[in-house]
């Protein structure tokens, strides 16, 4: 019957293989979004601090950072829970690499970042680097970009950024992050207190959420006991600013802290979660048109093949045998049909890829 009737049997089985093909793509974009820093080692026990602040008269302004006072806040507060924590501050400086100038992003962040994030090291010593004020950690990709070579330990560049200008040594190479994390970084350097001193705020004013910190848990570290206790830290540690003192009695009523999974930051940025509700939609709705478009053809024909069901039940065929051979015949045309919608996934991959 499919040689028979070649175009009915392409549009049917075409068809279907592009809405499965394209509702499978759909389930890849989704999984890969719903799987960011999954990779970790340990990613349970790693976890995001927030902060969330009230102005009067406004509503609550919710950040993904918080003050940099905070990292030691919450190993002092939590000593039982938290093993250790670190600090990334995101900078535009001025690098220059020989006769050539770059602007480029880096990360200002602590040591124990090389404790928390396994990041896989391809030159040098990564913890060293950071506990060094005057070194800075390249990844793979930049070193090629800055050197045309991975060998660039003991190479020295220059950063300029705010009124201060200083020179660097590479300590550390390390291979590019994988796409799908929310703390992708080209250049690491220390956080270095010291070189804010136009900025103090940003590391002694609970209200200036300028650092972006994570910490993990200890083995036997209980996020729930945390969670219950931040109102408890804010308490201790927040107090009412002078210019906000007439509306506002305590820290509590305006300022609140709260942890989130490393795992959910990618998904709690603004539409994430709706996007991938609204893109499943979609795929189910794809799928749904395709199974109309093939039971609409299907029941089209099977009008074409009344004599051959008559000449079969004339010849002895029963109820039963009839209904296994037309469920029989429609399973192994969607089953061709996944099979050619998964490799027009496959051929379409490297583009969509390009374009998403």
């Given at each position: 019957?499919?040689?028979?009737?070649?175009?009915?049997?392409?549009?049917?089985?075409?068809?279907?293989?592009?809405?499965?093909?394209?509702?499978?793509?759909?389930?890849?974009?989704?999984?890969?979004?719903?799987?960011?820093?999954?990779?970790?080692?340990?990613?349970?026990?790693?976890?995001?601090?927030?902060?969330?602040?009230?102005?009067?008269?406004?509503?609550?302004?919710?950040?993904?950072?918080?003050?940099?006072?905070?990292?030691?806040?919450?190993?002092?507060?939590?000593?039982?829970?938290?093993?250790?924590?670190?600090?990334?501050?995101?900078?535009?400086?001025?690098?220059?690499?020989?006769?050539?100038?770059?602007?480029?992003?880096?990360?200002?962040?602590?040591?124990?970042?090389?404790?928390?994030?396994?990041?896989?090291?391809?030159?040098?010593?990564?913890?060293?680097?950071?506990?060094?004020?005057?070194?800075?950690?390249?990844?793979?990709?930049?070193?090629?970009?800055?050197?045309?070579?991975?060998?660039?330990?003991?190479?020295?560049?220059?950063?300029?950024?705010?009124?201060?200008?200083?020179?660097?040594?590479?300590?550390?190479?390390?291979?590019?992050?994988?796409?799908?994390?929310?703390?992708?970084?080209?250049?690491?350097?220390?956080?270095?207190?010291?070189?804010?001193?136009?900025?103090?705020?940003?590391?002694?004013?609970?209200?200036?959420?300028?650092?972006?910190?994570?910490?993990?848990?200890?083995?036997?570290?209980?996020?729930?006991?945390?969670?219950?206790?931040?109102?408890?830290?804010?308490?201790?540690?927040?107090?009412?600013?002078?210019?906000?003192?007439?509306?506002?009695?305590?820290?509590?009523?305006?300022?609140?802290?709260?942890?989130?999974?490393?795992?959910?930051?990618?998904?709690?940025?603004?539409?994430?979660?709706s996007n991938l509700i609204l893109f499943a939609a979609i795929a189910v709705l794809i799928v749904v048109?395709?199974?109309?478009?093939?039971?609409?053809?299907?029941?089209?024909?099977?009008?074409?093949?009344?004599?051959?069901?008559?000449?079969?039940?004339?010849?002895?065929?029963?109820?039963?045998?009839?209904?296994?051979?037309?469920?029989?015949?429609?399973?192994?045309?969607?089953?061709?049909?996944?099979?050619?919608?998964?490799?027009?996934?496959?051929?379409?991959?490297?583009?969509?890829?390009?374009?998403?």
């Open positions: 019957n499919l040689f028979k009737n070649k175009l009915y049997s392409a549009i049917n089985i075409l068809g279907l293989a592009v809405g499965l093909g394209a509702c499978l793509m759909l389930i890849l974009f989704i999984i890969d979004e719903s799987h960011y820093d999954q990779f970790w080692t340990d990613a349970d026990n790693i976890y995001r601090i927030e902060s969330s602040i009230k102005s009067p008269g406004n509503d609550p302004w919710a950040n993904g950072n918080v003050s940099g006072k905070a990292k030691q806040a919450l190993l002092n507060y939590f000593s039982e829970e938290v093993s250790t924590a670190t600090r990334f501050v995101e900078e535009y400086p001025i690098i220059t690499v020989g006769e050539n100038v770059f602007e480029e992003p880096i990360y200002l962040t602590d040591p124990a970042t090389a404790d928390i994030f396994d990041i896989e090291v391809l030159a040098g010593d990564l913890r060293q680097t950071l506990t060094d004020n005057r070194s800075i950690a390249l990844s793979q990709e930049l070193a090629i970009k800055y050197y045309g070579s991975t060998d660039v330990i003991g190479q020295v560049l220059t950063i300029a950024q705010s009124n201060s200008k200083h020179d660097y040594r590479v300590g550390a190479v390390y291979k590019k992050l994988p796409r799908n994390t929310v703390i992708s970084f080209n250049a690491l350097i220390k956080l270095n207190e010291d070189d804010f001193t136009e900025q103090p705020w940003m590391f002694n004013n609970w209200l200036a959420p300028r650092t972006t910190t994570y910490f993990k848990l200890k083995p036997a570290g209980d996020i729930e006991n945390i969670n219950q206790h931040l109102v408890s830290l804010v308490s201790d540690n927040v107090a009412v600013p002078d210019y906000w003192a007439d509306n506002y009695s305590i820290a509590t009523e305006f300022f609140s802290l709260a942890t989130l999974p490393i795992q959910d930051v990618y998904l709690n940025y603004p539409n994430k979660k048109i395709a199974c109309i478009n093939f039971t609409n053809l299907s029941i089209a024909r099977s009008t074409r093949r009344a004599r051959e069901v008559a000449m079969r039940k004339v010849v002895g065929a029963s109820q039963k045998q009839l209904i296994i051979q037309f469920l029989g015949e429609t399973l192994f045309i969607a089953l061709i049909a996944l099979v050619v919608g998964v490799a027009l996934a496959e051929l379409l991959m490297p583009a969509y890829n390009n374009f998403l």
